[in-house]
């Protein structure tokens, strides 16, 4: 289970910037201890627990890098064509069983093993082949169209670090060293439940002052992006007698307790009430909007084991921004992730904005090719944090520094698109 301490979220302050917030994580959480074996196949997505060094050179042995013919660059005339005798014919997979001959040529395809004492290779298209010979012309750079052993990565240095989010070019670099399974952390596992009296499951019918829930179905799959495991406990009424003892249940066998809804000041917000009586809670008015304040806190499971508990705003567009910036680097940090850079793109803005200073804004654009070519952000119509086509509608996120107060039609601004935020 996460080792957490009751008091790991405190944090006095009136606002929360997203850096400080980032770093409250980092330095108050500790990753799962749990470590385990995954074959190579299933190994997208999880956070590598160690360091992984490579066991062999790649490429392992030096290696044409076309169709052509191996020489050695002694031989060459500097000036003119040199005329060379074939000699030998080396295809991939097999290894010429002499050394190069001085004045002759190998014919070698892509990937073969370089003869013995043939340091350069001329690609076939270049050279002119006759009666077993093979005219070459004069200017090659030695070395040139040769792959050495070890050039991808040498024996013994760091293939892969630990922490990295396994990619699937990662899990093919392992496999080309010939690994069979890697070691990563245990999936995290996330509880999440709906909060609400007027969410009604999709497949049912929909009461006078009902809405389906969306958020079970947004925020399982962005869990699930971030290579944890969800159960998914369904939606709870604002009843704190239902709500207590269901998020004690499920921080029993739980890291993460999430929860949408009921956690502004309203008095039909019940899930403040329900985490102090089963644990501890603060909110973070995290600086950033759309996102009302975050309740974080911890609750007591049985056999004295810990759960994080996050309750996000119940406004779909809210829950999304706020799960990116809050439970996202939580849940990485509990896999011993290293979160990634968030590199926004600049691009041009197509619309005027004023924001207030001291937090960080999130604007949902569309990108589309202005006039001259230049891609440009449309702010969706809809700013509600609750329009869901705003989101569907859109590609990304313009970020908005604390300090920006003005965005003008036409200036720089950086675009983060979903899929950098998710997962
Ligand atoms: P709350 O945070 O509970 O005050 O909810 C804020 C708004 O979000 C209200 O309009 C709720 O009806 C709506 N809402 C809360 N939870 C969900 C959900 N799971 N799916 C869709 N809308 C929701
Ligand atoms: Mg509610």
């Given amino acids: 289970m996460a080792q957490l301490t009751d008091d790991c979220f405190a944090f006095s302050g009136p606002l929360l910037p997203v850096d400080d917030l980032e770093r409250i994580i980092r330095d108050r959480i500790d990753p799962v201890p749990e470590i385990e074996t995954v074959p190579l196949l299933r190994a997208r997505g999880r956070t590598l627990a160690h360091d992984v060094r490579a066991p062999i050179n790649l490429p392992p042995f030096d290696n044409s890098a076309v169709d052509g013919y191996a020489v050695r660059h002694a031989d060459l005339n500097p000036d003119t064509d040199t005329t060379l005798i074939v000699a030998d014919r080396i295809t991939a997979g097999r290894a010429a069983t002499h050394p190069i001959a001085p004045g002759s040529a190998i014919r070698i395809f892509t990937g073969a093993p370089m003869p013995e004492g043939a340091d350069t290779v001329f690609m076939q298209e270049d050279v002119r082949a006759e009666d077993g010979r093979v005219i070459v012309p004069p200017g090659l750079k030695p070395g040139s169209n040769r792959r050495l052993a070890g050039e991808d990565i040498a024996a013994g240095s760091i293939a892969l670090p630990a922490g990295r989010v396994l990619s699937i070019a990662d899990v093919a670099l392992a496999s080309a060293l010939g690994l069979t399974g890697l070691s990563v952390r245990r999936r995290i596992r996330v509880a999440l439940f709906s909060t609400g009296d007027e969410l009604t499951e999709p497949g049912r019918p929909l009461g006078r002052a009902q809405l389906y829930d969306a958020n079970r179905a947004l925020l399982a799959g962005l869990i699930e992006a971030l290579g944890a495991s969800v159960t998914d406990l369904g939606i709870l009424p604002d009843d704190p007698a239902h709500l207590a003892p269901a998020l004690k249940e499920a921080a029993g066998d739980h890291d993460l307790v999430l929860t949408s809804g009921g956690v502004s000041t309203g008095e039909a917000d019940h899930v403040r009430d329900a985490v102090e009586a089963v644990g501890s809670l603060v909110f973070w008015r995290v600086a950033i909007k759309p996102g009302r304040p975050v309740a974080m806190g911890v609750i007591s499971g049985s056999q004295d084991v810990n759960a994080a508990f996050v309750g996000l705003p119940g406004n779909p567009v809210a829950a999304f921004v706020t799960f990116v910036r809050v439970v996202r680097p939580l849940l990485m940090r509990l896999s011993g992730a290293n979160p990634p850079l968030l590199v926004p793109l600049p691009v041009r803005a197509a619309f005027g904005y004023r924001k207030k200073q001291g937090r960080r804004e999130y604007v949902r654009v569309a990108l589309r090719r202005g006039a001259d070519g230049v ?46 935020l998710i997962g």
Avoid: M
């Fill in 375 to 420: 891609i440009e952000a449309h702010k969706h119509r809809q700013e509600g944090a609750g329009v869901l086509t705003s989101l569907t509608e859109t590609d990304g996120l313009v970020e908005l520094s604390e300090n920006t107060t003005t965005v003008e039609p036409g200036s720089t601004v950086g675009f983060l698109p979903y899929a950098s």
